[in-house]
């Protein structure tokens, strides 16, 4: 399974179960996968992090890029919406477990100096846990 792959399986996962969530309506993701026991914070670019903060303690904007294709719309703003960054921890033929951690908490890690983290750690700290089919 590759990044691209879990983002497909992802937006299928959100459309079908999002809304189950009703604090939660808007918000933004970034989505990582990791093929070993550890998910290691340096995998994150260093404006992902920045960008979702913006998202979720003040404002942001973006401009989708205009190369042709088929573009849902021209831009977009988000004030003040939760953001996440999205792990899925695989293994083959095992189930697909991801989990859902808020930027403040995924941030604090950082400060922090912490380098990585565990799949059961990423349980712990996660807002939600979930499975892909």
């Not at 989505?31 to 070993?36: A, D, S, W």
């Not at 205009?66 to 083959?92: H, I, M, T, W």
């Amino acid at each position: 399974m590759k990044e691209k792959d879990f983002q497909v399986n992802f937006g299928h996962w959100i459309k079908a179960n999002w809304m189950d969530y009703p604090k939660i309506k808007t918000a933004a993701f970034e989505l990582k996968i990791t093929k070993t026991d550890k998910f290691y914070l340096s995998s994150l670019e260093k404006h992902q992090p920045q960008n979702l903060e913006l998202v979720n303690k003040s404002f942001f904007f973006y401009k989708f890029p205009d190369l042709g294709l088929q573009n849902p719309f021209d831009c977009v703003s988000l004030y003040k919406e939760p953001a996440y960054v999205v792990v899925l921890f695989y293994k083959p033929r095992q189930p697909k477990n991801f989990y859902i951690i808020p930027i403040v908490t995924i941030q604090g890690l950082i400060d922090d100096g912490i380098k990585s983290f565990d799949e059961g750690n990423a349980r712990k700290l996660a807002l939600i846990s979930a499975k892909l089919k």
